[in-house]
C-alpha cells in the first residue's frame, strides 16, 4: 500500500508561481514513476509531468518550459514547480504513485489562477 498526502496549492495572479508537494508512505519501494494529474471543471483528467525512479523527468506539451518536476529521496516527496501560471491551469492537481500492481491517487489539491 501507498499513501500520498499533497499540499502547496492555492489562489495565484497570472504570471505567478506556486509549487506543490507530494509526499508518499508506505511501500515506497515498489512505486516506479511518479506523476502530477490534473483534472479542470467539466475537462477530463490530464497528465501534467513524471519522473521515473532513476529520476528522469518529462512533461506534457503544454506546461513544457513552465513547470518543472523533481523529487526528494530523502524525503520520499515530488514536487511540482510551476512559474508563468496561466489561468487555463486552474485545475484540481493529483499526485499519482504507478507501481505494477496498481495506481495510487492524492486526494488533489486546488491551484486557481485568476486576476
Known amino acids: 500500500q501507498v499513501q500520498l498526502v499533497e499540499s502547496g496549492g492555492g489562489l495565484v495572479q497570472p504570471g505567478g508561481s506556486l509549487r506543490l508537494s507530494c509526499t508518499a508512505s508506505?511501500?515506497?519501494?515498489?512505486?516506479?514513476?511518479m506523476s502530477w494529474y490534473r483534472q479542470a471543471p467539466e475537462k477530463q483528467r490530464e497528465l501534467v509531468a513524471t519522473i521515473t525512479k532513476g529520476g528522469s523527468p518529462n512533461s506534457a506539451d503544454s506546461v513544457k518550459g513552465r513547470f518543472t518536476i523533481s523529487r526528494d529521496n530523502a524525503k520520499n516527496t515530488v514536487y511540482l514547480q510551476m512559474n508563468s501560471l496561466k489561468p487555463e491551469d486552474t485545475a484540481v492537481y493529483y499526485c499519482n504513485a504507478w507501481t505494477p500492481q496498481r495506481n495510487y491517487w492524492g486526494q488533489g489539491t486546488q491551484v486557481t489562477v485568476s486576476s
Open positions: 508506505g511501500s515506497m519501494f515498489s512505486i516506479f514513476v
